[in-house]
């Protein structure tokens, strides 16, 4: 039994904008444990960013907490002060953001930005300590070292990327979170990309959350997939089982909607229809409006929650009379 | 950058040809002949007339005119001032421009670098009250009439609280005994602040690679201490003993003008700051250095407001001509008798080729210091560098 990293649970979030409360992340509770890699995947929009910023406690100014913890190592961090936050930034968790293209300060040289996060959180560390860890990074993710002395705009876009990575790498994080790393890069790279993260992570040991609006890519890269739907996890459990016998009818939609990986041929169904609107409350089963297996039964009013249909394989309580 | 360098400094020298030209044409076409009033000057003896004549070519067609100002523009050649026969206009710049180079370089610095600091402020609080009260005093400081605040302030702090004097950059009476000029003493002001300024930077230069950010605020303040010392000691050894009396009611003399174009020329530089800091905050990188865990002062310092530097020195490079027609106004006002007083002399009572000796001098001024502004410029922002060397 591996133990539990991070403990995310009950986490309620929304953002107060004029035209009212945008309702990103509702009621979601997830583990991940250390040296796992965990995937979140749904359609853009579905708060996924969102949750990778709040367990980084960097959310917007207008997004509000309304309840829930996030526990990494045993130590809470909803609440916690910015001075405490910044010890276990980058300390214990780092972040792979969606918009890594511009992840750099364009007048910084690479090096310098990375040894910037160095000096924060290992003081003691002499310049050449940190240059040597640099150049080691460097050649793990498939970089040259003359890189550090490179400005971002000098760079292709997945070298910039790698380069994320080593940042990323560079205080030693227990957890690194991917939000979408690869959407700016063209096919080829991100693969490599993908398998870099892959190996790297292995490699150290490390804990994983990727996030992807991409089920064929969350296959790949994880262990254990969660599937969110309007700010709320709808199904989550081992990869293997979420992809073999899928139970909400959104996972399946999702599914259907994707070229199959191993290359069966198999007709795309598309989904119909558009997310809701997260900005007013929806009673029961947010997906209802769209679901292709809907019965005139399946409406549910109450709070939705999570159950376990067989050993860690939750799914939302909608799509019980299907299963 | 060399290449960008020399490249620039070849554009500067053609904008400056174009310069001495269109501004002889625009001498050329002010109403009335310049002789008139060369010949009410009864102090000008007829030798002078005539060599003046024949200096300026007075008596050839337009283009050898123009051909002739250029030479002897290059030969330091003005002729003789109108008004101040036998002065020549070389040796009144001499006198004048150290005065308003002394003071408005001083008032640049202060102001960009003041305004710097405030808009820089202003953006990070966005939203606090203080925010709101001192972005209204920047806008009205941006907008108001300037002469009406000059005088305000001159009647202010001159005459109802009596802290500064009344224009003039000396008290007379403390010049009588003087063993030095007024210039003499300049020099060594401006000879000095130079040095300082030098030195300041040298330390910032020096220092900047100490990796523990601990021990390089500590060496950077060691550092202005021992400068500070060295300047304590130079002051009271010496000559720089006997002219430090002299230094001094020049210094307190700058106080106010200093102050007041100051007040009025930082909102300017405040507000842009603001604004442009204010879309560098949105930006992916404040993010993540936000996630890398780094101190709020050093996110501001380090990564918004060194971005946003660059479209403030952009525009702060478009307002250095401005110190001309601001040094009319300001030595006006201040009785500054520096090279803007000396212009509205020449120009108001036809002292032709001093007034062509004085516009020629700021153009240059002007020039060189856009020609600084853009390497520096090139220098802070690598985009631009790369883009130069290719
Ligand atoms: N700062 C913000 N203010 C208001 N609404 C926001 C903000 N950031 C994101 N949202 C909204 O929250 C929802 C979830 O966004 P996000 O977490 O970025 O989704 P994803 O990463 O899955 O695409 C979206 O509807 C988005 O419009
Ligand atoms: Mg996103």
Known sequence: ?323 | MLVYTIKRFFEMIIVFFLFLIISYLLFNAIPGNAFSSLLLNPLLPPETYQRTIETFGLDKPLFERIQLYIINFFKGDFGYSYIYYPRTPIELIAERLPRTLMLFSIVNVIAFYTGFLVGKILAWRRGSKSETWITIGSVFSYTVFYPWFALMMLWFFGYKMGWFPLGKFLVPEKWYDSPYSSDEIFYTLILFTTVTSVFLFLIFIFTRNIESLQSRRNSRFVGLIILFIISAIYWSNGEASLQRFYAADIAYHMILPTFTVTLVAFAGTALLTRTTMMEVLKDDYILTARAKGLSQKRIRDRHAARTALLPVVTSFIFTIITIIDGSVLTESIFSWPGMGQLILEAVTREDIPLAMASFSFIGILALIAHFIADISYAFLDPRIRVKVEN
Not at chain 1, 154 to 175: H, N, T, Y
């Open chain 1, 1 to 323: 039994m591996s133990k539990i990293l991070l403990e995310v649970k009950n986490l309620s979030m929304h953002y107060d904008t004029l035209e009212g409360n945008v309702e990103a992340v509702k009621n979601v509770s997830f583990n991940v444990n250390s040296g796992e890699s965990f995937g979140l995947v749904g359609e853009s929009g579905c708060g996924k960013t969102s949750v990778a910023m709040t367990l980084l406690q960097l959310q917007p100014e207008n997004s509000i907490i309304t309840e829930g913890s996030i526990k990494l190592d045993g130590k809470e961090l909803v609440g916690l002060s910015e001075n405490d936050l910044r010890k276990v930034r980058w300390d214990s968790i780092s972040i792979v953001f969606q918009g890594a293209m511009n992840a750099w300060n364009p007048v910084i040289k690479i090096g310098e930005q990375i040894r910037e996060a160095m000096r924060e959180h290992y003081p003691q560390n002499s310049k050449q300590e940190n240059i040597n860890k640099i150049n080691e990074l460097f050649r793990m993710v498939g970089l040259d070292e003359s890189i550090s002395e490179r400005f971002p705009h000098e760079l292709s876009g997945g070298m910039k990327q790698r380069a994320v990575i080593a940042l990323a790498l560079s205080c030693d994080p227990k957890i690194i979170i991917a939000d979408e790393p690869t959407t700016a890069l063209d096919v080829v790279i991100q693969d490599q990309i993908l398998n870099e993260i892959k190996k790297v992570q292995n490699l150290l040991g490390l804990s994983l959350i990727y996030i992807s609006h991409d089920i064929a890519v969350i296959a790949e890269m994880t262990d254990k997939i969660a599937v969110m739907y309007a700010g709320s996890i709808v199904e989550m459990g081992p990869t293997k089982n979420v992809f073999t016998s899928p139970k909400h009818s959104y996972t399946r939609a999702l599914l259907d909607s994707t070229p199959s990986i191993k290359g069966e041929k198999k007709k795309l169904r598309s989904l119909d229809g558009e997310p809701p609107s997260l900005i007013d409350k929806i009673d029961g089963c947010s997906f209802a409006p769209r679901c292709p297996d809907r019965e005139i039964s399946c409406n549910p009013t109450e709070h939705m929650s999570l159950i376990e249909i067989e050993p860690d394989h939750y799914v939302d309580v909608c799509s019980q009379g299907k299963i």
